[in-house]
């Protein structure tokens, strides 16, 4: 898919019944395969990359979408895809590299009954397709053949993004500096944002304080998220 048609300039992205999504570079190619999930070229689609950088977003954002079911890999031993699925078309398997690696008969009823169906699957997973242990061919190679697009790790314009619209939706006023003392800081996923903007949150509740770059700095200390 041709990534021009997205635009690029970190504005907010509304995200269905979710909060607004922040389109960038390390996402945008995963972005508009969501949004363009009836043109997918197979049954489905893996997201893949490592944790925190977006996957369970963009899942939440195609069952916005679609009205996908949420599977997981204790569903699948409790019933059979068919009562599963009832009449619904659409579903999110997480985890998916090891769902298929130790429910390999079950994934792949799932995967030819959609297939069947003209339904849709998105699997999200830490490791593309490839590298997932899959021993029964019929599923390895419907696997391999699927559309795998990387989420990358959020560059720093977009974990300052991301934080900001944290700080605004908690009303949370914050002094010019921290988010970049913020961003220069934390590790790069959306997880370890939330984390800091939550205790950040609680501390200047709790203190009564304004949220400058020592308050900061004060919070994630102790915490132990940094040293300095």
């Known amino acids: 898919m041709n990534n021009t048609q997205l635009a690029l300039d970190l504005g907010h992205r509304q995200a269905l019944a979710m909060d607004d999504f922040v389109v960038a570079p ?13 043109d997918w070229p197979a049954p489905a689609l893996v997201i893949y990359g490592p944790a925190g950088c977006g996957k369970t977003h963009l899942a939440h954002v195609f069952r916005a979408l679609t009205g996908a079911v949420l599977l997981s890999p204790d569903m699948l031993d409790e019933a059979e895809p068919p009562q599963l699925m009832g009449d619904n078309r659409y579903c999110v398997l997480g985890d998916a590299g090891r769902t298929c690696e130790s429910r390999e008969e079950r994934v792949l009823h799932l995967y030819n009954m959609l297939a069947e169906q003209g339904g849709r699957m998105l699997m999200t997973a830490r490791r593309p397709p490839a590298r997932w242990g899959v021993s029964l061919a019929d599923l390895r190679s419907r696997m391999n053949a699927l559309p795998a697009i990387e989420v990358s790790p959020p560059e720093d314009a977009l974990i300052a993004a991301v934080l900001d ?41 709790a ?8 308050f900061a700095r004060e919070v994630l200390r102790a915490n132990g998220l940094v040293e300095s």
């Open 207 to 214: 203190a009564r304080r304004n949220v400058t770059v020592p």
């Open 165 to 205: 619209k944290m700080f605004a939706d908690r009303q949370l006023r914050v002094q010019p500096g921290v988010i970049d003392f913020l961003v220069a800081r934390l590790e790069r996923s959306f997880a370890s944002a939330r984390r800091a903007v939550a205790m950040i949150d609680e501390a200047a509740m």
């Open 26 to 38: 390390s996402n945008s190619d995963a972005v508009q395969w969501v949004d363009h999930w009836r």
